[in-house]
C-alpha cells in the first residue's frame, strides 16, 4: 500500500480528528477558542509566568539514529554517497538499497532507559521544563499514532516514549513540551529515493524509492521542491494532521518546531488549534509555548539553535542546543558544566530559557562524564539558582572586556562566544540585584555599571553575598565602580553569583 493511501485511509478512519480526504488549507479543523489563525489574533498571545520563570529545561533528543553511534542526521547521510555514514553503513549493515534506515528501527530497544530516574535526576540539576522528541526529520513517531504506522509503540522499543516521559515529568513536577522536526522532513528525506552513481550498485534506487515503505520516506518531490520547507500543499496538509494529533492527544505546555512557523496559513491554524486546545485543557488557565525559529513580534517564544541573543529581546525566547552532538556519537566531545552555566546565565539576563539536550545512549542511559556534568550543574544550581529562576533582565543585560567579539545575535553562534572574568552578568528579582563573574576572576570584581556616578543605578547597595557562601564579603563602591575584593574562599565552580540588596 502506498503511503498517500496509507495516510488517507488512516486519517480519514480517526473520526476525532475532524478530517476529510481532500481538504483544503482553509478548512483544516481547528480547536474552537479565542484565537484565529491570523497574525493580529495571533498576537493576542500571553507568555505563561511559568516559562519566564523557569529559565531552564532539559531536551531528549532521541530516537532510533542513535543506533549507529554515528551523531545527528544519520537517515539521511546514510544516503549520501561517499559519507562516513554511508560508508559506515554499507561496512555494518549493507546496501540501502536493501537494508535502509527502515532495518535501523527495530534495532533501536530502549532496553536500559529508566524514564522516571531520569527525570528525578533532571529535576535534581534543576531544569523546571523537560521536552521529548516527538519526531525527528526521520518521520518516525516517538507517539502512540492512529495515522501513522511508523511508531516507537509499533516498532522499536515498542513504548509509548511520549506518553512515558510525560508520565515521569509530571511525576515529579517538571513541565512538558515535545519537539516535532516533521515539517522539514518531506524534503529532508529524498535522498533515499536516490542511487548510487558509481561501483557494483551504480543505478540501483535506494530503498526509499520502494513504494512499500514509502509511508516512512515519503513519496517523491517534485522538481525543485527542495528547500527547507516543503511547497507540496498536500505534504502540508498532512503535517498539520500529524501535529494536530500530537498536540491534542498529550496537550503539552511546550511544542517546538525545527523551522520557522510552517506554510503560512497551515501553520497559524496549527498554532491556533495548540493555543486554543491548551486554554479548553487546562479549563481556561493557558500554559501554552510554542517555540520556532523566526522573530515572534509576542506571537510565540522564539528559538535560537546553538546560539544566542547579543542584547535583551523585549519577548521571551530560547535557545536550543545539546551537550554533544544532537544523536549520540561514540567518542563526541560535551560542554563541561561551566559551559552549560556561562550561557545560561547569559541567556536569562536577555530575558531568555535554555533548553539543552542531553544525549542519552541507544540504549537509553547516560554515559559517566554525562553524569558528572549533571551533578556539577544541579550543585550551581542548588547555591545560584535564586538568582536564576523568577528573575527578570536588568536595565541592562550586564557588561563585557573591551576585547571582547562583536557576535550578533542568530542561530550558531554560540562557539565564537569566549567568556571571561571580565564578563558580568545581572538579573534581578524585587529589590535584589544578582551579579555573575562569568569565569574565576585574576583579582577584584569590578562592576562599573554599580559605580556611585553610574547613571543607571538609582539605589544605594545595602549589602553584598556571595551565592553558595557564608564568607563576609568585602567590597567598596567607588565613583567609576563598585569593587567587590577577591574572596580567598571560592566555591566549586567557575561561575560566581553575588546578591547586591539594594535600598
Not at 278 to 303: F, I, M, Q
Not at 382 to 392: C, V
Request: aromatic share 14%.
Amino acid at each position: 500500500m502506498s503511503k498517500q493511501m496509507f495516510r488517507k485511509m488512516a486519517i480519514a478512519a480517526t473520526v476525532t480528528m475532524g478530517f476529510a480526504i481532500g481538504l483544503s488549507a482553509q478548512e483544516l479543523p481547528v480547536n474552537s477558542g479565542p484565537f484565529k489563525p491570523t497574525d493580529e489574533s495571533l498576537k493576542q498571545y500571553q507568555y505563561p509566568e511559568w516559562f519566564r520563570d523557569a529559565k531552564f529545561g532539559i531536551w531528549a533528543h532521541w530516537g532510533p539514529q542513535a543506533v549507529p553511534r554515528h551523531g545527528d542526521w544519520y537517515a539521511r547521510e546514510m544516503y549520501e554517497e561517499g559519507s562516513d555514514d554511508y560508508k559506515d553503513h554499507l561496512a555494518r549493515y549493507g546496501h540501502p538499497s536493501k537494508s535502509g534506515y527502515k532495518d535501523i528501527i527495530p534495532l533501536w530497544k530502549a532496553e536500559r532507559w529508566d524514564p522516571e530516574k531520569l527525570m528525578a535526576l533532571y529535576k535534581k540539576t534543576g531544569a523546571k521544563y523537560f521536552v521529548s522528541m516527538g519526531s525527528h526529520h526521520d518521520n518516525f513517531f516517538l507517539w502512540k499514532s492512529k495515522i501513522h504506522k511508523w511508531n516507537a509503540v509499533n516498532m522499536g522499543p515498542h513504548k509509548d516514549v511520549v506518553g512515558i516521559w510525560q508520565q515521569a515529568a509530571k511525576k515529579n513536577g517538571l513541565y512538558f513540551g515535545v519537539s516535532e522536526h516533521l515539517a522539514a522532513s518531506y524534503t529532508w528525506f529524498q535522498a533515499a529515493h536516490r542511487a548510487d552513481t558509481a561501483g557494483g550498485f551504480k543505478g540501483v534506487k535506494y530503498d526509499g524509492y520502494n513504494a512499500q515503505y514509502q509511508d516512512l520516506y515519503h513519496t517523491q518531490a517534485a522538481p525543485g521542491d527542495n528547500g527547507w520547507l516543503t511547497t507540496n500543499p498536500e505534504w502540508m496538509k498532512e503535517w498539520y494532521a500529524d501535529v494536530k494529533e500530537l498536540v491534542d492527544t498529550y496537550h503539552p505546555d511546550l511544542l517546538y518546531s525545527d523551522s520557522k512557523l510552517p506554510f503560512d496559513e497551515v501553520g497559524r491554524k496549527m498554532l491556533a488549534n495548540f493555543y486554543n486546545g491548551n486554554l479548553s485543557y487546562n479549563k481556561g488557565k493557558a500554559t501554552a509555548v510554542y517555540n520556532c525559529k523566526e522573530p515572534s513580534n509576542g506571537k510565540w517564544a522564539e528559538d535560537l539553535e546553538r546560539g544566542v541573543q547579543d542584547s535583551i529581546s523585549p519577548y521571551p525566547w530560547q535557545t536550543d542546543t545539546s551537550i554533544g552532538d544532537w544523536f549520540y556519537r561514540t567518542g563526541q566531545k560535551y560542554k563541561s558544566s561551566t559551559d552549560i552555566l556561562q550561557m545560561l546565565v547569559d541567556i536569562v539576563s536577555k530575558n531568555g530559557n535554555l533548553l539543552i539536550n542531553i544525549v542519552q545512549t541507544p540504549e537509553g542511559d547516560l554515559e559517566p562524564d554525562m553524569l558528572k556534568t549533571l551533578d556539577e550543574i544541579g550543585n550551581w544550581m542548588a547555591a545560584n539558582g535564586q538568582g536564576i529562576y523568577g528573575t527578570r533582565p536588568w536595565k541592562i543585560f550586564g557588561e563585557k572586556p573591551a576585547s571582547a567579539a562583536d557576535v550578533k545575535a542568530g542561530n550558531f553562534n554560540e562557539g565564537r562566544i569566549k567568556y571571561s572574568d571580565k564578563d558580568i552578568r545581572f538579573t534581578t528579582k524585587d529589590n535584589t540585584l544578582y551579579a555573575f563573574c562569568l569565569n574565576v576572576p585574576d583579582g577584584d570584581v569590578v562592576i562599573k555599571s554599580l559605580g556611585k556616578d553610574s547613571k543607571l543605578n538609582d539605589k544605594k547597595i545595602a549589602s553584598i553575598k556571595m551565592l553558595g557562601s557564608t564568607d563576609q564579603i568585602s567590597w567598596q563602591q567607588n565613583g567609576d565602580a563598585l569593587v567587590i575584593k577577591k574572596p580567598a574562599h571560592l566555591p566549586d565552580w567557575k561561575v560566581l553569583g553575588f546578591e547586591v540588596e539594594l535600598k
